[in-house]
């Protein structure tokens, strides 16, 4: 089974930029789709970004409230998924999960978090004003 472990958390300030990384051990990630979930205090876990994997590779999918701003990658090799976040606001603050579908999985944008399987344990995120 693979691990998920998410890093690159911190206090910013808005209009900032910070790269969270998921680093997976265990197991390589490479044909998982993957996500990237937040939840703030006293809310549920939203979904933010997800990619999914297709004949051409792969691709992306963003929720509206960071379309534009954040970016999902991932690096085969270090096998590490990324989350690029820019021009941060206050009400990105949340603690950042990311997520990997490991059991069967077609062409889709998976944005529940009841299609993942795997988690990891979060990383704290505050953008201050």
């Known amino acids: 089974q693979v691990q998920l472990v998410e890093s690159g958390g911190g206090l910013v300030q808005a209009g900032g930029s910070l790269r969270l990384s998921c680093a997976a051990s265990g197991r390589t990630f490479s044909n998982y789709p993957m996500g990237w979930f937040r939840q703030a205090p006293g809310k549920e876990r939203e979904f933010v970004a997800a990619?999914?994997?297709?004949?051409?590779?792969?691709?992306?999918y963003y929720a509206d409230s960071v379309k534009g701003r954040f970016t999902i990658s991932r690096d085969n090799a270090k096998n590490t998924v990324y989350l690029q976040m820019n021009s941060l606001k206050p009400e990105d603050t949340a603690v950042y999960y990311c997520?990997?579908?490991?059991?069967?999985?077609?062409?889709?944008?998976?944005?529940?978090?009841?299609?993942?399987?795997?988690w990891g344990q979060g990383t704290q995120v505050t953008v201050s004003s």
């Open positions: 997520a990997a579908r490991t059991y069967s999985s077609g062409s889709y944008y998976y944005t529940s978090d009841r299609e993942y399987d795997v």
């Open positions: 990619m999914k994997i297709t004949w051409s590779g792969g691709s992306t």
